[in-house]
């Protein structure tokens, strides 16, 4: 009884998170959690997962921070595979990045974005060091092909890179406010990595903010413009519609280089 009670409250919870009622979702996911006794991280470990980590973002969303930490602590304890690690960096950059502590959501997944083959060097000079290698990567990938055909790649297949393309969507708001060098490493990993392996839904952020960083930075206005084109049809084509306030934000800080306001 104790486990279909656990369960009813993880769906209603989901149901009221639907309709934005964040405090009555962690009433529900709280409730969950109570049904569940230590034993179950070993007998119902999907549940428990599912339970505590909408729990972390319901207390993230309604500003219960402190609880929230404690609660990625504990369940930084029962991690099984790299989809729940990527859970686990997804919650704490959502922590962080509320609280305005760009710095440390970075800190808090760098060690983890290694298991995707993602490095963020802290050394500055390391730094621009791979920000030149991902800028020469990105260009001989796309192989001189016309931007717009970037929409026809293969969907990315590989949960390894797609995961690691998430994870880096959601940390670029933070790079970006704490350091640019950072951000355009973070930008072009996704860039290449999409290029190397297919898009993905996410992959449209980071086309959005490549063509930022070929307009506002190198004055490559109509390839800017380009890669804006392609990361709006992306989101469609994926039904990525999560994305929609991001990318038309991203892509309206440079349209009008190439468009006429």
């Not at 690690?85 to 609280?99: D, F, H, K, P, T």
């Not at 290694?114 to 991902?134: C, R, S, T």
Request: one cysteine or more; hydrophobic letters at 45%.
């Amino acid at each position: 009884e104790r486990l279909r009670v656990a369960e009813l409250n993880l769906a209603a919870g989901r149901t009221a998170k639907s309709s934005a009622a964040y405090t009555a979702a962690g009433s529900y996911y709280l409730n969950g959690t109570q049904m569940l006794g230590e034993a179950s991280w070993e007998s119902n470990h999907g549940l428990c997962f599912a339970l505590h980590s909408e729990l972390i973002e319901s207390d993230c969303l309604t500003g219960k921070f402190a609880s929230a930490e404690q609660l990625c602590q504990l369940l930084s304890n029962h991690i099984q595979d790299l989809p729940e690690r990527a859970r686990l960096c997804e919650l704490r950059i959502m922590l962080y990045v509320l609280q305005g502590r760009g710095q440390d959501a970075i800190r808090s997944v760098s060690s983890d974005l290694a298991l995707f083959g993602i490095v963020l060097p802290e050394d500055e000079a390391q730094q621009k060091a791979v920000l030149d290698a991902e800028f020469a990567q990105a260009s001989v990938l796309l192989g001189g092909r016309d931007i717009s055909a970037l929409l026809n790649l293969p969907e990315m297949k590989d949960p390894l890179y797609s995961l690691g393309v998430n994870l880096l969507n959601l940390l670029a708001a933070a790079a970006y406010l704490c350091n640019e060098t950072l951000y355009g490493i973070v930008i072009l990993k996704m860039v290449t990595l999409s290029l190397a392996h297919g898009n993905v839904g996410p992959s449209a952020f980071g086309y959005a903010n490549y063509g930022f960083i070929l307009s506002g930075l190198l004055g490559q206005f109509s390839d800017g413009m380009a890669f804006g084109r392609l990361a709006i049809d992306l989101s469609e084509k994926f039904q990525a519609s999560e994305l929609a306030c991001r990318l038309n934000v991203v892509v309206g800080l440079y349209q009008h280089y190439s468009q006429p306001l």
